[in-house]
């Protein structure tokens, strides 16, 4: 059963609050991307994983709007738990969150399932802009990326 069947659809309609999963294996990462979003008073941290097996678990239970996953971590890597996580919660939205730019690795991103990417290195305006994209059901690929995709490397 979907989670529009059970009454309940991830995407969130401007001004709502969107719930948030924070998935990397750095303690410190989490740590400062909690800090950062709780900055924006329409943005809450329903939890944090440390491997992507982790987050498909804690996706299924708290089942927040938008999961923020790495994408290089051991074990189940980011794309593995997007592809997992969607095929146990299949209304979940993914926002790729790395310090990786290879066009390859954001091709490789969506087609996983993810609607968004964005880099590490993004402004924290540009971070809650991303999760507000993707929780709306709209994709969002990081800016700094624009160029390079735009010259096709």
């Known amino acids: ?17 969107i ?3 924070i998935v990397d294996d750095h303690e410190v990462v989490r740590e400062g991307l909690r800090l950062s979003l709780s900055r924006a008073q329409h943005i809450r ?17 708290r089942l927040p ?8 971590m051991p074990g189940m890597d980011g794309l593995e738990a997007t592809t997992a996580l969607l095929q146990r919660v299949p209304d979940a939205i993914v926002l790729i969150f790395t310090a990786f730019s290879e066009r390859a690795l954001l091709a490789r991103g969506l087609e996983s399932g993810a609607k968004g990417y ?23 690929i990081d800016p700094a990326l624009m160029p390079d995709i735009v010259k096709g490397r």
């Not at 059963?1 to 609050?17: F, H, K, L, P, S």
């Not at 941290?45 to 239970?61: F, I, K, M, N, Y």
């Not at 290195?121 to 994709?139: C, D, N, Q, S, Y």
């Open 19 to 21: 719930t948030c999963l």
């Open 65 to 72: 709007n938008v999961v923020i996953m790495d994408v290089r």
């Open 118 to 140: 964005i880099l590490k290195e993004a402004p924290h305006e540009t971070l809650v802009r991303a999760i507000e994209k993707v929780a709306r059901g709209e994709t969002f």
């Open 1 to 17: 059963m979907t989670a529009a069947e059970r009454g309940y659809d991830r995407r969130v309609e401007t001004g709502r609050e």
């Open 45 to 61: 941290v329903v939890g944090e994983a440390g491997d992507g097996a982790t987050a498909v678990e804690l996706a299924a239970r």
